[in-house]
């Protein structure tokens, strides 16, 4: 059973630098096709893909948002790290990290299952 | 970029009833090489992280109930649920690579 979950500060100041943990189980990174992502929902908003790694290293940002992200992973301890710089009061929302399970051979890519989240405020 | 926009933001359907949700791509989501449209669909419960329900626009992911099913074709995307029960009311996305949909609410 595939599970994961995310971990790090729920508060933080403007300017401040989020690092995000996600600690998974149920897959290896190391499995040729899988990857894991980062997902974000702001308050009563829609879901916004932040970045992707793959299990060769491979990474994706999203292009708004790529100067601000980075994306690593340990996968001899089944997690994944999500940075992202200079945090603002915009950036308040849930952040879910999800397993890539299939269809990166093909070039497409989608999410399942999802962490539960954590909700991260950004606030002075 | 890519766009998703779906249609319509919210809907009311009774129980048992059938509801109908629309996914617009402002450019073909069609891999020509592999023939598959990528596009995917899930469910977002209330208070819950969202759940894939169909993925390559057709294909139910494994136990997911069979009243939902993914039609479309080109830049046009459907997902039906052929009669709703009271477990679905939710917010239904779909999702292109790194694009979502701006949701649609689904209420009883």
């Known amino acids: 059973q595939v599970t994961l979950k995310e971990s790090g500060p729920t508060l933080l100041k403007p300017t401040q630098t989020l690092t995000l943990t996600c600690s998974f189980s149920?897959?290896?990174?190391?499995?040729?096709?899988?990857?894991v992502a980062w997902v974000r929902q702001p308050p009563g908003q829609a879901l916004e893909w932040l970045a992707l790694?793959?299990?060769?290293?491979?990474?994706r940002y999203s292009t708004s948002l790529k100067t601000r992200l980075s994306i690593t992973k340990d996968t001899s301890e089944n997690r994944v790290v999500l940075t992202m710089t200079n945090m603002a009061p915009v950036d308040t929302a849930r952040y879910y990290c999800?397993?890539?399970?299939?269809?990166?051979?093909?070039?497409?890519?989608?999410?399942?299952?999802w962490g539960p989240g954590i909700q991260v405020t950004v606030s002075s | 970029d890519l766009v998703l926009t779906q249609s319509p933001d919210s809907l009311a359907v009774s129980l048992g009833e059938r509801a109908t949700i629309n996914c617009k791509s402002s450019?073909?989501?069609?891999?020509?090489?592999?023939?598959?449209?990528?596009l995917t669909w899930y469910q977002q419960r209330p208070g819950q992280p969202p759940k894939l329900l169909i993925y390559?626009?057709?294909t139910r992911e494994s136990g997911v109930p069979d009243r939902f099913s993914g039609s479309g074709s080109g830049t046009d995307f459907t997902l039906t649920i052929s009669s709703l029960q009271a477990e679905d009311v939710a917010t239904y996305y779909c999702?292109?690579?790194?694009?979502f949909g701006q949701g649609t609410k689904v209420e009883i």
């Open positions: 999800v397993h890539v399970p299939g269809g990166v051979f093909f070039g497409d890519f989608w999410f399942d299952p």
């Open positions: 149920g897959f290896s990174l190391n499995t040729p096709g899988v990857g």
């Open positions: 790694i793959f299990w060769d290293d491979g990474k």
């Open positions: 450019q073909s989501v069609l891999n020509r090489s592999y023939n598959k449209y990528f």
């Open positions: 390559w626009a057709f």
């Open positions: 999702q292109h690579l790194g694009t």
